[in-house]
């Protein structure tokens, strides 16, 4: 069965610094997302990305957030000055007819 | 804005006994709707999807409901077992592959 791969499955940082999360969706789906978990909160939108370009954003993806397609099976999730409060888990997500989640990424900035 | 309500918001059950998890959601306007299964710490694992046109869908010992001119589903799980103890979440599907909107879940420990 198809799936959506993530890595690092957890990733340990310092405020400040810049983390790249990665994402490998399945081949032929198009359109791609980033979720994120806070502890114990719902599941919340970040980005949703289609056609190599970004098509919706929540207003929690401010400048420090960017997201990427370098080739044609990656898709990555930039934090350019990682905070505290950034904390949480990543979902990466794809889309074909239903939903198709990552395991997820744990990031934790100290 | 969609919003998704979920309830009970936790339960436990002892082994054996059938699950009735509810999902309300206030945008009817959907493709279809998803019921995910969340182990703490963990990613989400789809269990059913169920169509705007469908009633109902079934996979095993699970069954959902979809009364979308209402905007509620139901997920029962019968005959409980404690590897079913995880959190549940319904979300439905916008047109339009617009963002999903998440509620907390229902979390479920099934008691050996």
């Known amino acids: 069965e198809p799936e959506v791969t993530q890595t690092p499955s957890h990733q340990v940082t310092q405020m400040g610094q810049e983390v790249i999360l990665r994402c490998v969706p399945i081949?032929?789906?198009?359109?791609f997302y980033w979720y994120r978990q806070i502890l114990g909160q719902k599941v919340e939108f970040l980005v949703s990305?289609?056609?190599?370009?970004?098509?919706?954003k929540s207003e929690i993806f401010d400048d420090q957030f960017s997201v990427e397609r370098p080739d044609g099976s990656n898709f990555t999730l930039k934090i350019r000055s990682t905070k505290l409060e950034d904390s949480a888990m990543y979902f990466c997500?794809?889309?074909?007819?239903?939903?198709?989640f990552g395991p997820g990424t744990r990031l934790t900035v100290l | 804005k969609q919003e998704v309500t979920q309830i009970p918001a936790a339960l436990s059950v002892p082994e054996g006994e059938n699950l009735v998890l509810n999902c309300s959601f206030t945008?009817?306007?959907?493709?279809?709707l998803q019921w995910f299964r969340q182990d703490p710490g963990k990613g989400l694992t789809s269990l059913l999807l169920i169509q705007s046109s469908q009633r109902e869908q079934t996979s095993g010992r699970l069954n959902a409901s979809l009364d979308k001119s209402s905007g509620r589903s139901t997920l029962y799980i019968a005959a409980s077992q404690p590897g079913d103890s995880a959190t549940y979440l319904c979300?439905?599907?916008?047109?339009?592959?617009?963002?999903?909107?998440f509620g907390k879940g229902n979390q479920v420990v099934v008691i050996p």
């Open positions: 945008d009817s306007a959907i493709y279809n």
């Open positions: 990305f289609y056609n190599n370009e970004i098509s919706e």
């Open positions: 997500a794809s889309y074909y007819d239903q939903w198709f």
């Open positions: 081949s032929n789906h198009l359109y």
């Open positions: 979300v439905p599907n916008p047109y339009g592959n617009n963002r999903l909107a």
